[in-house]
């Protein structure tokens, strides 16, 4: 069965410095995996997806087959970044269904 | 576009009591999904629905939860009886079906059973 796991659930970093949201899932087949961001009083909305190998608001992830990690990245982190994330895996195959990891809370501190 | 439009926002209700939530999708999204997000974990899916069928209730607890999508457009997800667990947010989320651009989530409705 599918699982995905992030094993942060909190990261806290001062502004400017980088942040890193580790992510890591098991699936046999071909993954396709997506950040999703959830703002304070804010809905659940997309973040990135690893196939339009694309950076928003400065973030980036690399999906590393070998080591089944998704990692986001951001050099410099804003105080606007604090958010709840989401590492999410969706499987064509099953409707396109998401599993979700645990979500990490990230706190960018002035 | 209003997107998925969710409601009840909040919904506070006793033990064994019924519960019904409801969701708008946006115009046009054939696939609509429901999922169940408790305290500090992930959503977790209940149920898609494909245009009026459900497709795939494969983790909704049957024994309680009911959903229907009449005419393939809004959704009603209900808890009959409900029981102190089951306090989560309910999310419902749409989406074009096929590859796309991923779901369009609702803002949920966060139940608190006392």
């Known amino acids: 069965a599918q699982r995905v796991t992030q094993p942060e659930k909190l990261l806290s970093v001062f502004k400017g410095a980088p942040v890193e949201l580790k992510c890591n899932y098991s699936?046999?087949?071909?993954?396709?995996l997506f950040w999703y961001v959830q703002y304070s009083r804010q809905r659940l909305q997309l973040l990135l997806r690893?196939?339009s190998r694309e950076s928003i608001k400065g973030f980036t992830a690399d999906l590393n087959k070998g080591e089944t990690s998704f990692h986001l990245k951001k050099p410099f982190a804003q105080e606007e970044d604090s958010a709840m994330y989401y590492c999410?895996?969706?499987?064509?195959?099953?409707?396109?269904?998401?599993?979700f990891g645990g979500g990490t809370r990230v706190l960018v501190k002035p | 576009e209003a997107g998925v439009v969710q409601s009840p926002r909040y919904k506070i209700i006793e033990k064994k009591q019924p519960v019904a939530f409801w969701c708008n999708p946006i115009?046009?999204?054939?696939?609509l999904y429901w999922y169940r997000q408790n305290l500090g974990q992930g959503p977790e899916l209940l149920i898609r629905?494909?245009?009026?069928?459900?497709?795939?209730d494969s983790q909704l607890p049957k024994d309680r939860f009911s959903a229907e999508r009449l005419k393939g457009v809004d959704s009603t997800l209900k808890i009959q009886p409900a029981e102190l667990g089951d306090s989560a947010v309910y999310l419902c989320?749409?989406?074009?079906?096929?590859?796309?651009?991923?779901?369009?989530f609702g803002s949920g409705t966060r139940l608190t059973v006392v």
């Open positions: 699936y046999s087949g071909s993954p396709e």
């Open positions: 690893h196939i």
């Open positions: 115009s046009g999204h054939n696939t």
């Open positions: 999410a895996l969706r499987i064509k195959a099953a409707g396109n269904k998401l599993t």
């Open positions: 629905y494909e245009n009026e069928e459900a497709v795939d």
């Open positions: 989320a749409s989406s074009l079906g096929g590859a796309g651009y991923g779901y369009t």
